[in-house]
């Protein structure tokens, strides 16, 4: 039987690491193999790739650069890793995909929705994620907590319009999305690892017919 595609979204200071590790925990008690990813990165390429886009380079980037990056990472990650572990059968957890794409370059940079939907389906074909949560923080309070966790990367310096933008996109694209379960990140964190947990318990009894107990117009919580 294939595997299941599980990704984790959210802004910077959102707190995917712990929710990636409880996820993790959560299928391996359940007797699923698991696989992890992170993007931009996964895979040799990738992870070369992933520098170059959050290297402060002494020139302007690019929207469309940046963009064409992000995908050329995804395609080489899909291809050696995400789809070879699906069809063994193995649950992978993805450290994002392109819900973030959309959101930032999409939502932040501005790139227009039909280049971005024109790059996506070139390089995706379609494929998609079977659940994703995103965790969903005031991007203040977010890149607070990045700042504290040390020195900001390129894009994590754009400044507070550009992440209330992917904000808004994110929020946006989960609206319309069933698959898409927005979990309030703005909790304690004790809360956001229970609705979490509640979500990927539900997902694995219902034997993943894709019936997500919260819709994804609902935030999980009290924000």
Not at 11 to 21: D, F, P, Q, T, W
Request: contains cysteine; hydrophobic residues 40%; charged residues 25%.
């Amino acid at each position: 039987m294939r595997g299941k595609f599980i990704v984790v979204e959210g802004l910077e200071g959102a707190g995917k690491s712990s929710v990636i590790g409880l996820i993790v925990e959560a299928l391996k008690k359940a007797g699923k193999r698991v696989e992890q990813t992170r993007e931009p990165g996964g895979t040799p390429m990738a992870e070369a790739i992933r520098e170059c886009v959050k290297h402060d380079w002494h020139e302007t980037v690019s929207e469309e650069t940046e963009l064409l990056l992000m995908y050329a990472a995804r395609v080489q990650l899909l291809t050696n890793k995400i789809l070879p572990s699906l069809d063994t059968g193995a649950w992978v957890v993805g450290d994002r995909h392109d819900l973030s794409s959309q959101a930032y370059q999409g939502g932040g940079r501005g790139v227009s929705e039909k280049t971005m939907t024109a790059i996506s389906d070139i390089a995706l074909k379609g494929f998609k994620p079977d659940l994703t949560l995103y965790l969903d923080v005031d991007p203040a309070v977010g890149l607070e907590r990045a700042r504290g966790r040390g020195e900001l990367d390129r894009i994590e310096q754009a400044g507070l319009a550009f992440f209330e933008r992917t904000r808004a996109k994110y929020l946006e694209l989960a609206e319309q999305d069933e698959s898409i379960v927005v979990v309030s990140a703005m909790q304690s964190m004790d809360k956001v690892h229970q609705d979490v947990i509640a979500v990927i318990h539900h997902y694995i009894t219902s034997e993943c017919s894709g019936d997500v107990s919260q819709r994804n117009t609902s935030v999980l919580g009290d924000g």
